[in-house]
Structures are given as C-alpha cells and as structure tokens.
C-alpha cells in the first residue's frame, strides 16, 4: 500500500524524485466520509480521509490515514482523528495542544480562545461559564471534521480559483462566507445552498 502510495504520488508531483517530491506535499486537513470515497493509496474507499496538497502545482489529493502517519510522516492527521473521537464520546473532554495549535493556524481559533483553552484543558474543575465556551470549541473541531464542512470549503476554494481569472468577478460575498465557516467550524444551510448555486452557475459548466 505505501509503496503504490509513493509511485502514484510521484506521479502528481513536479519532480520525479521521491524524495524531492515528498517535500513538495503538505498536510491540510481530515475529514470523516460516510460513504467512504476514493484515494491515492489503495483502491478501496475509505472514511477516515486525509487531504494533503501539493505547493508546487496546488493539486489537493486524499489519503488514508495510515499513509499520511508512515509515508508523509503528517502524524497530527492521526491526533486529529482520536481528539475527535474522543470528543464525541464526550464533549467536555478536551483535545490535544497539537490539535489546538492546529486550529489556531487554521482560523478556527482565535488567540483569545487558544489562551483560554490551554488554561482550562488541564484543569478538572472549571466553572459552567468556562466548560460551556470549551464545548463550543471542541463541536468546532468535531464540525470543521464532517464531510458537509470539508465539500463546501472545497467549492469556497475552487470559486476562488476560478474567481482569479475572471477579474471582474467580485469575490466578497464568497470571501465573507468564507470566513463564517472559519470561524465556526460549520457553515448554516444557507450558506451551503448559497456556495451550491454560485459553484453550479459559475464554476461547473
Ligand atoms: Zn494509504
């Protein structure tokens, strides 16, 4: 399985060189497929899925997440999936400082929210104030990590792609959309239905 993975990502790669071309690809995030969907490394679906990109040619590709741990050595794909699952067991457990820094770089977090969590994520007794603001946090991850979020984020980027050469096209309203999901987590219905219309009418044709 790894070394399929390896060969068939040196094929979407800039260089041929392995190890060259391993350095090309970098982690960005996991997400949790129902259905189980289609990756690189072997050819059966899977539903714990990493994405991973590349910043040569800005190709995004999935993996399991096995492969991301043992070829990419991208081990916080693996931290990731057990906060959540541990998080879903029971919200008001808290995730690992890995995985809140990985928040933090990904907007999800602000600064004031990543130095009240780190406080409190040890502690055994807070107060109800502070485990009510702890939960939000922790159903931030557990949504950012549902299929739902990780598609319409996917379109997001693609409009925004296609949106670049097109410059006349005003990216605002997308852009505030956007930064929503990044703040929450989530996005509500309507800003899913509100990406759908845009990605079909503009970008898919
Ligand atoms: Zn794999």
Redesign the pocket.
């Known amino acids: 399985?790894h070394v399929e993975?390896k060969e068939r990502l040196l094929a979407h790669s800039q260089s041929d060189c392995w190890e060259n071309a391993k350095e090309e690809w970098y982690f960005d995030n996991v997400f949790y497929a129902e259905e189980g969907v289609p990756?690189l490394?072997?050819d059966y679906p899977i539903k714990h899925v990493c994405v991973i990109g590349n910043c040569e040619n800005a190709d995004t590709k999935f993996?399991?997440r096995?492969?991301a741990n043992e070829v990419l050595e991208a081990d916080i794909a693996e931290e990731i999936f057990s906060s959540v699952e541990k998080l879903k067991e029971d919200i008001t457990k808290s995730m690992t400082s890995r995985v809140l820094e990985y928040m933090m770089f990904k907007g999800l977090v602000s600064g004031f929210e990543f130095e009240f969590y780190s406080n409190v994520m040890d502690k055994q007794d807070i107060l109800e104030g502070q485990m009510n603001s702890k939960k939000i946090i922790n159903q931030k991850l557990i949504d950012f990590t549902t299929y739902e979020t990780f598609s319409t984020f996917s379109k997001i980027r693609s409009i925004l792609l296609w949106a670049s050469g097109n410059k006349r096209y005003r990216t605002n309203f997308v852009e505030s959309i956007k930064r929503a999901g990044e703040r929450n987590g989530l996005f509500s219905k309507k800003q899913i239905q509100n990406i759908d219309e845009i990605y079909m009418k503009d970008v898919v044709e």
């Open positions: 399985m993975l990756c490394c072997t993996i399991c096995s492969c």
